[in-house]
């Protein structure tokens, strides 16, 4: 007996920008598995995040909604997670994705990395359930593995793990019994941080890139904003790093090759599971999509790592360029590339409407739009901006402009705005914010964020009017200069599902 449904298998990398794949069009990664799925599918290249923090965007994919609808606008400081409630589910108070699935017979299943509230028992919908306690990976080696009630280290490379778990549920998987399966796959790399990625690699890939130039990772001066950030964090924490490693990566060639080939790690794993779905006969009724947390600059605008990693945060291209490709074995055309606008938020109402579910108002005023048209090969209309947060910087991208806005609350801290023309300025180096010539378009793109933002955005979590965030901010002295000493993060919501 078929599934009523199709199954949905969802791989999720961990920093990584779109163009860390050879089908993207980078010549020095070495990702045959990646670039065989897209060539099999839909390869979608202006796919953008809503946030580049780990946390923010998972929640964003799982309910739909921006991160000043659900409340997490940084990564969750798991290194306080002593102090969150019992059980805490950070998106506890919305309808999940997962949770939707099983809800209509669904089997489901998290087999990588969590990020979202306390991970020692199922959250979100997921029965089967494999993750790790936290969000940060300092070492791709001797983790700790959360195996439903089981607790033990695994000695070996993690995303081997995941992938040979992932590999396991799909062989124990009965198709005869008729109920659909819902798997996902968070792999906790390719990553980028020290010290995971500091010194040479050590994985099976390594040797792909001894001698690799690295000439697909920019070597530009560090950006003001980079080096602003570097000096805030020195200030506020006292840690080792001192998160000096974001100045270094760019020209740490060791540190690149690794990073490189923690992506082939990934790209090992996918074409493993794949491979599992065949050998099971599961290939035409999976549809399979692959994308990432959010993007990476790879020292693209004078920065390495996310959004987050310059101050102001922001949302340049890289950083926020991620992943997208979409495939179902005889039922999806082959070799599409598309280049319309996309948002990770659009998965939530795509996967929904292609499995005749309909996502409209499960959590509110979600801006995700379905594009489950196009994978059953017809038209499909298509959004012409994506928007995107991060904490005190708002931003708009159409196929035009990108413009960056910026919190002006605090007199103590004045931020200023940046507009980009990607038609005449793709590298978007040029700020014409302030330009006269661009003053028109400059009011009617504000005036869209702010539009957006008034529409979207819930009171309780929207912080430019004096909304909280959960747990943990990324600039609470920001929030309290504007809003006053009592401002405080919280955790909202319920628990549970």
Same mark, same amino acid.
């Given at each position: 007996m078929k599934p009523k449904h199709p199954n949905i298998l969802i791989? %999720?990398?961990?920093?990584?920008? &779109?163009?860390?794949?050879?089908?993207?069009?980078? =010549?020095?990664?070495?990702?045959?598995?990646?670039?065989?799925? &897209?060539?099999?599918?839909?390869?979608?290249?202006?796919?953008?995040?809503?946030? &580049?923090?780990?946390?923010?965007?998972?929640?964003?994919?799982?309910?739909?909604?921006?991160?000043?609808?659900?409340?997490?606008?940084?990564?969750? =400081? =798991? /290194?306080?997670?002593?102090?969150?409630?019992?059980?805490?589910?950070?998106?506890g108070e919305f309808r999940s994705f997962p949770t939707v699935l099983k809800e209509n017979g669904y089997l489901t299943a998290l087999i990588g990395k969590y990020h979202l509230g306390v991970p020692f028992e199922p959250q979100n919908g997921f029965d089967h359930w494999i993750t790790f306690p936290h969000g940060h990976t300092m070492d791709f080696h001797n983790t700790t593995i959360i195996d439903g009630d089981e607790r033990y280290v695994f000695e070996g490379h993690s995303v081997d793990y995941f992938t040979q778990k992932s590999v396991e549920f799909l062989d124990a998987y009965d198709r005869k019994a008729g109920a659909p399966f819902f798997l996902f796959v968070p792999y906790n790399g390719p990553y980028g941080h020290w010290p995971a990625v500091k010194g040479p690699a050590d994985n099976r890939f390594a040797h792909l890139y001894d001698e690799t130039e690295m000439h697909s990772?920019?070597?530009?001066?560090?950006?003001?904003?980079?080096?602003?950030?570097?000096?805030?964090?020195?200030?506020?924490?006292?840690?080792?790093?001192?998160?000096?490693?974001?100045?270094?990566?760019?020209?740490?060639?060791?540190?690149?090759?690794?990073?490189?080939?923690?992506?082939? %790690?990934?790209?090992?794993?996918?074409?493993?599971?794949?491979?599992?779905?065949?050998?099971? =006969?599961?290939?035409?009724?999976?549809?399979?999509?692959?994308?990432?947390?959010?993007?990476?600059?790879?020292?693209?605008? /004078?920065?390495?790592?996310?959004?987050?990693?310059?101050?102001?945060?922001?949302?340049?291209?890289? &950083?926020?360029?991620?992943p997208l490709i979409v495939a179902r074995h005889e039922h999806i055309e082959a070799s599409q590339v598309r280049g319309d606008l996309a948002s990770q938020l659009d998965l939530f109402a795509t996967l929904l409407d292609y499995i005749g579910l309909d996502a409209k108002n499960l959590n509110g005023r979600s801006d995700s739009r379905s594009f489950a048209p196009l994978l059953n090969g017809k038209p499909c209309t298509w959004r012409d901006a994506v928007f995107m947060e991060q904490e005190e910087t708002r931003a708009i991208r159409t196929a035009r402009w990108l413009y960056m806005m910026r919190f002006k609350g605090s007199a103590e801290h004045p931020l200023k705005d940046e507009m980009y023309d990607l038609s005449n300025d793709p590298k978007e180096r040029k700020n014409l914010a302030k330009d006269p010539s661009y003053a028109e378009i400059a009011s009617e793109l504000s005036q869209r964020i702010t539009a957006f933002f008034d529409t979207h955005s819930d009171p309780r979590y929207d912080l430019w009017k004096g909304g909280t965030a959960k747990s943990n901010s990324d600039a609470p002295w920001l929030w309290k200069e504007a809003w006053g000493d009592d401002w405080e993060p919280n955790f909202g919501g319920s628990l549970g599902d």
């Open positions: 791989f %999720m990398s961990d920093n990584q920008p &779109a163009e860390l794949l050879g089908c993207y069009g980078n =010549d020095e990664i070495h990702t045959p598995h990646l670039d065989r799925l &897209a060539g099999g599918g839909i390869r979608f290249d202006n796919a953008f995040c809503v946030n &580049a923090m780990c946390s923010p965007c998972r929640a964003s994919v799982l309910t739909g909604l921006m991160p000043s609808q659900h409340g997490i606008h940084t990564w969750l =400081d =798991d /290194g306080v997670m002593d102090s969150w409630p019992d059980k805490w589910n950070a998106i990772v920019p070597r530009e001066g560090l950006s003001k904003e980079t080096i602003d950030r570097f000096m805030r964090r020195t200030h506020e924490y006292t840690r080792e790093e001192n998160y000096a490693y974001h100045l270094r990566i760019p020209n740490d060639l060791e540190t690149l090759r690794n990073y490189f080939s923690q992506m082939s %790690m990934v790209d090992d794993g996918v074409g493993r599971i794949h491979d599992a779905l065949r050998r099971n =006969d599961l290939s035409q009724d999976t549809l399979v999509v692959y994308t990432a947390d959010h993007g990476y600059s790879l020292g693209h605008n /004078g920065f390495w790592g996310h959004g987050q990693s310059t101050w102001p945060s922001n949302m340049h291209h890289a &950083a926020f360029n991620i």
